[in-house]
T-cell receptor, first 114, second 115 residues
């Protein structure tokens, strides 16, 4: 299995809702990432988990809450989002940060906040 | 702070024209380098990557890129573009450090190819 699987593919939620995005990989990668991408813009790093511990939080608002239950799973819990949070949310994984390690991206969850 | 610069914001070409997209990065250490493509409405796809060895790397769909260490550059090229190459192109850099070092993306270049 050489894929990163993200669910759901599309999500519409109200500003008072609580929802979660899920990301799964079975490649044995020990680093997992959440990125946010707006249309025609590059992906912006949100969080990095390394060996199941949060290693980077790029000053993301607390309405986004990441969770890494085990080495294969990464969740992003959403609560009280704003319409400007509508975007494509990408998950990625990598074997490590050294030479020769690539990144595998999921196809993303397209989130619309209404 | 590390950064990635893509010189061209929007490139417009006719079919069969040659393409070169510039990418420079600012990081003094060892890096992994990537080019990604994103077709309209679709997710990121890896075009090619450079880790070490031959600085001229070949990727999918006829794309290639050259790493010039002295210029901190990793420019993307294609000898003859097609209408189907219309997409957003992102250069990305991964500074080599410990595990969990994230990719840093450039702002992207929009390529429009007319038939």
């Amino acid at each position: 299995d050489t894929e990163v699987t993200q669910t759901p593919k599309h999500l519409v939620m109200g500003m008072t809702n609580k929802k979660s995005l899920k990301c799964e990989q079975h490649m044995g990668h020990r680093a997992m990432y959440w990125y946010k991408q707006k249309a025609k813009k590059p992906p912006e790093l949100m969080f990095v988990y390394s060996y199941e511990k949060l290693s980077i939080n790029e000053s993301v608002p607390s309405r986004f809450s990441p969770e890494c239950p085990n080495s294969s799973l990464l969740n992003l819990h959403l609560h009280a989002l704003q319409p400007e949070d509508s975007a494509l949310y990408l998950c990625a994984s990598s074997q490590g940060g050294g030479r020769g390690y690539g990144y595998t991206f999921g196809s993303g969850t397209r989130l619309t906040v209404v | 702070a590390q950064s990635v610069s893509q010189h061209n914001h929007h490139v417009i070409l006719s079919e069969a024209a040659s393409l070169e997209l510039g990418c420079n990065y600012s990081y003094g250490g060892t890096v992994n380098l990537f080019w990604y493509v994103q077709y309209p409405g679709q997710h990121l796809q890896l075009l090619l990557k450079y880790f070490s060895g031959d600085p001229l790397v070949k990727g999918i769909k006829g794309f290639e890129a050259e790493f010039i260490k002295s210029k901190f550059s990793f420019n993307l090229r294609k000898p003859s573009v097609q209408w189907s190459d219309t997409a957003e192109y992102f250069c990305a850099v991964n500074p080599i450090r410990q595990a969990g070092t994230a990719l840093i993306f450039g702002k992207g270049t929009t390529l429009s190819v007319s038939s």
